[in-house]
């Protein structure tokens, strides 16, 4: 079965960068869409970036675009979140989830009901 680990998250000062990475294994990833999202403390978890396998189209959710940049490795199986110009209100555990890609319409793709294999999480914190 599919399994996804996070890795990379961490401190970092605002304005810094940060790279979190989601391995997975099992299966590839050729025909799963690939959301990261995000829980802070006390707030619903929120979509942040997906990313097709079926065309390589990505979304963002508004408080990232032009700081966040989604990727597909497929030789490495893996799906990496380039962060730049980190804001404290980017604090958060961050999770990356797969669904297979014919149940993601694209206006709904943070719709976290319809991910099924969820990752651990790693935790992104941006303080000075």
């Known amino acids: 079965q599919l399994q996804l680990v996070e890795s990379g998250g961490g401190l970092v000062q605002p304005g810094g960068s940060l790279t979190l990475s989601c391995a997975a294994s099992?299966?590839?990833?050729?025909?799963?869409?690939i959301t990261w999202f995000r829980q802070a403390p006390g707030k619903e978890r929120e979509g942040v970036s997906y990313?097709?396998?079926?065309?390589?189209?990505?979304h963002y959710t508004d408080s990232v675009k032009g700081r966040f940049t989604i990727a597909r490795d497929v030789a490495k199986n893996s799906v990496s979140l380039r962060m730049d110009s980190l804001k404290p209100e980017d604090t958060a555990v961050y999770y990356c989830?797969?669904?297979?890609?014919?149940?993601?319409?694209?206006?709904?793709?943070?719709?976290?009901?319809?991910?099924?294999?969820w990752g651990q999480g790693t935790q992104v914190t941006v303080a000075s």
């Open positions: 989830a797969a669904a297979p890609e014919w149940k993601i319409t694209t206006p709904a793709w943070d719709n976290a009901a319809e991910y099924n294999v």
């Open positions: 990313s097709s396998s079926f065309d390589g189209s990505s």
């Open positions: 099992g299966y590839s990833l050729n025909y799963y869409a």
